[in-house]
T-cell receptor
Framework: DAGVTQSPTHLIKTRGQHVTLRCSPI?????VSWYQQVLGQGPQFIFQ???????GRGNFPDRFSARQFPNYSSELNVNALLLGDSALYLC??????????FGQGTRLTVV | DAKTTQPTSMDCAEGRAANLPCNHS???????VYWYRQIHSQGPQYIIH???NNETNEMASLIITEDRKSSTLILPHATLRDTAVYYC?????????????FGKGTLLTVNP
C-alpha cells in the first residue's frame, strides 16, 4: 500500500507569491492534517480535515487555508508568502481508529 | 492536551538499550501517551502508544508509571538507524479530531 504522498517535495517561491501544496492520504483514511515545521522546532498543527470539513485549526494567520476533496486528498494554500513561511510542511492521514501517518513533507523556501 | 517534558538530548551506545523518559504530570484520564520519531528531514514515524498498561511492539516498549505522570520509551537494542528526534505526545485517542501537539523532543544519538 502507498503511504501518504505529498507534492512537490521541494519548492522555492518569492515573497508575496502564493503556493499550493498537495497531499494524498493512505487509502481508506478520511482525515488529513497539516503541520508546519521550522528548523529546530517540532511540527506545529495548522489544520485538520475530516470528511471534507474543517475539524481543527491551529494558531496560523488567515493567509493559510486548506480544503479536502471528495477523494480525501487535500491542498494547503498559503497566500502572500513571507520569509518566515519557509519550513517543512507535513501532511498526516489517519483513519477512525488508526494512528496518524505522515508523508515526507514539502520543503518550502521563500526568498 | 497535556504538556510533556523531555530531555533535550541523550546518547546511547549501539546495541545497548535506549531509555527515553517523558513527564506528563497533567495527563487526563482519557489521554493516551504517544511516541513518534523523526529521522533527519523525514516525516515523523509512529512508534507506539499506551493508556496505562505497558505496551510492546516490534519497534519498542512503553512503560507508563502507575500514576501515569511519566513514561519511558525503551528501544531494546539501539542501532545507528535509531538516531532521531523522539517526541512524546499526550492526546485523547480515537474520534474524528486528530491533533498532535509536538514539543521539541529528545535528540537520541546512537554511537558506534
Amino acid at each position: 500500500d502507498a503511504g501518504v504522498t505529498q507534492s512537490p517535495t521541494h519548492l522555492i517561491k518569492t515573497r508575496g507569491q502564493h503556493v499550493t501544496l498537495r497531499c494524498s492520504p493512505i487509502s481508506g483514511h478520511k482525515s488529513v492534517s497539516w503541520y508546519q515545521q521550522v528548523l529546530g522546532q517540532g511540527p506545529q498543527f495548522i489544520f485538520q480535515y475530516y470528511e471534507k470539513e474543517e475539524r481543527g485549526r491551529g494558531n496560523f494567520p488567515d493567509r493559510f487555508s486548506a480544503r479536502q476533496f471528495p477523494n480525501y486528498s487535500s491542498e494547503l494554500n498559503v497566500n502572500a508568502l513571507l520569509l518566515g513561511d519557509s519550513a517543512l510542511y507535513l501532511c498526516a492521514s489517519s483513519g477512525q481508529e488508526t494512528e496518524a501517518f505522515f508523508g515526507q513533507g514539502t520543503r518550502l523556501t521563500v526568498v | 492536551d497535556a504538556k510533556t517534558t523531555q530531555p533535550t538530548s541523550m546518547d546511547c551506545a549501539e546495541g545497548r538499550a535506549a531509555n527515553l523518559p517523558c513527564n506528563h504530570s497533567t495527563i487526563s484520564g482519557n489521554e493516551y501517551v504517544y511516541w513518534y520519531r523523526q529521522i533527519h528531514s523525514q516525516g515523523p514515524q509512529y512508534i507506539i502508544h499506551g493508556l496505562k498498561n505497558n505496551e510492546t511492539n516490534e519497534m519498542a516498549s512503553l512503560i507508563i508509571t502507575e500514576d501515569r505522570k511519566s513514561s519511558t520509551l525503551i528501544l531494546p537494542h539501539a542501532t545507528l538507524r535509531d538516531t532521531a528526534v523522539y517526541y512524546c505526545i499526550v492526546r485523547a485517542a480515537g474520534g474524528s479530531n486528530y491533533k498532535l501537539t509536538f514539543g521539541k523532543g529528545t535528540l537520541l544519538t546512537v554511537n558506534p
